[in-house]
């Protein structure tokens, strides 16, 4: 149990359980909520490959738009490792609007992003990267974080 290395979860945890929060979170009375619900990290979990995962996904006539977003500075899951999967996909095309480009947020470069086409309905996923952000990048890069999130509604970032 406890949290996984590095992470406190304690402030969350306390104002997830919460009951007023869990009301206007419509959750079931009385949740208890817990860093992963309980599940116990294992190191072999993060040796499975996703790219099987993306494949389905993308080959699934389900429509979807996709962004997959990663902070640069990242040690637990490396932005270099995740583009790599990504540019190997070899049945993925880059969007003619969706190569390599900047994304900027207050003057300031905030990452990158490159958008492919996939599966037979060509629909968008997106890497999005935030510069400066470590792992949890809401945790490290608030604004950006926010920023990602509403683009990827908007539909840029997928």
Same mark, same amino acid.
């Given at each position: 149990? *406890?949290?996984?290395?590095? +992470?406190?979860?304690?402030? /969350? =945890?306390? &104002? ?5 929060? %869990? ?47 990663? *902070?640069?500075?990242?040690? +637990?899951?490396?932005?270099? /490792? =995740?583009? &790599? ?5 070899? %049945? ?67």
């Amino acid at each position: 149990g *406890g949290s996984p290395p590095c +992470v406190d979860s304690k402030g /969350g =945890t306390t &104002y997830l359980n919460r009951a007023d929060v %869990q009301k206007a979170l419509h959750t079931k009375p009385d949740t208890k909520w817990s860093l992963c619900g309980g599940v116990i990290y294992n190191y072999a979990d993060s040796l499975i490959p996703m790219e099987p995962k993306y494949e389905y996904l993308c080959n699934g006539n389900y429509n979807l738009k996709m962004a997959i977003y990663s *902070g640069d500075d990242d040690t +637990v899951c490396g932005t270099m /490792g =995740t583009q &790599y999967w990504m540019w190997n996909m070899t %049945q993925w095309n880059v969007t003619s609007d969706g190569g390599w480009s900047a994304w900027d947020l207050n003057g300031q470069t905030g990452g990158y992003r490159t958008k492919w086409n996939c599966g037979p309905n060509q629909q968008n996923i997106s890497l999005v990267t935030v510069h400066s952000a470590g792992h949890q990048v809401p945790w490290f890069k608030q604004e950006r974080a926010l920023y990602v999130f509403e683009n990827f509604l908007k539909g840029t970032f997928s």
